[in-house]
T-cell receptor, first 113, second 111 residues
């Protein structure tokens, strides 16, 4: 299995909702990442997990809460989002410490209404 | 701070070589050059990386100048499926570095 699977592919949520994005990989990668991508912009790093521990938080607002329950799963919990948080949320994984060979999922297209 | 500079867009005829330039004049000795691409509505895809020497794989070739201040990604026979945004990224290859994407080059391959 050489894929990163993200669910759901599309999500529409209200500003008072709580939802979660899920990411799964079975390549034995020990580093996992969340990126946010606005339309026509490059991906921006949000969080990095290394060996299931949060190692980097790029000053992301607390309405985004990451979780890594085990080495194969990465969640992003969403609460009280704003319309400007609408974006493509990308999950990626890699062998820890290696910047080549990141494997990205196809993303979750999030719309906040 | 932008560590790389790429042209915003390029065109290429199908079947011809696509040569995508990247300037990284402030690259340090232990930083690698990575290339990723992102086809519309998909996640980015790793293409190739290098430190000093030229590299080739089944997807592309990477030519790095001797002073390492610039590089060129070469797609030898571009196809319509190569239409994508190509990102040149400079970063260390260690556990404390990550990929920071710049604006990239939008490559349009036409029939």
């Amino acid at each position: 299995d050489t894929e990163v699977t993200q669910t759901p592919k599309h999500l529409v949520m209200g500003m008072t909702n709580k939802k979660s994005l899920k990411c799964e990989q079975h390549m034995g990668h020990r580093a996992m990442y969340w990126y946010k991508q606005k339309a026509k912009k490059p991906p921006e790093l949000m969080f990095v997990y290394s060996y299931e521990k949060l190692s980097i938080n790029e000053s992301v607002p607390s309405r985004f809460s990451p979780e890594c329950p085990n080495s194969s799963l990465l969640n992003l919990h969403l609460h009280a989002l704003q319309p400007e948080d609408s974006a493509l949320y990308l999950c990626a994984s890699s062998q820890d410490g290696i910047n080549y060979g990141y494997t990205f999922g196809s993303g979750t297209r999030l719309t906040v209404v | 701070d932008a560590k790389t500079t790429q042209p915003p867009s390029m065109d290429c005829a199908e079947g011809r070589a696509a040569n995508l330039p990247c300037n990284h004049s402030t690259i340090s000795g232990n930083e690698y050059v990575y290339w990723y691409r992102q086809i519309h509505s998909q996640g980015p895809q790793y293409i190739i990386h290098g430190l000093k020497n030229n590299e080739t794989n089944e997807m592309a070739s990477l030519i790095i100048t001797e002073d390492r201040k610039s590089s060129t990604l070469i797609l030898p026979h571009a196809t319509l499926r190569d239409t994508a945004v190509y990102y040149c990224i400079v970063s260390m290859n260690s556990g404390y570095s990550t990929l920071t994407f710049g604006k990239g080059t939008m490559l349009l391959v036409s029939p």
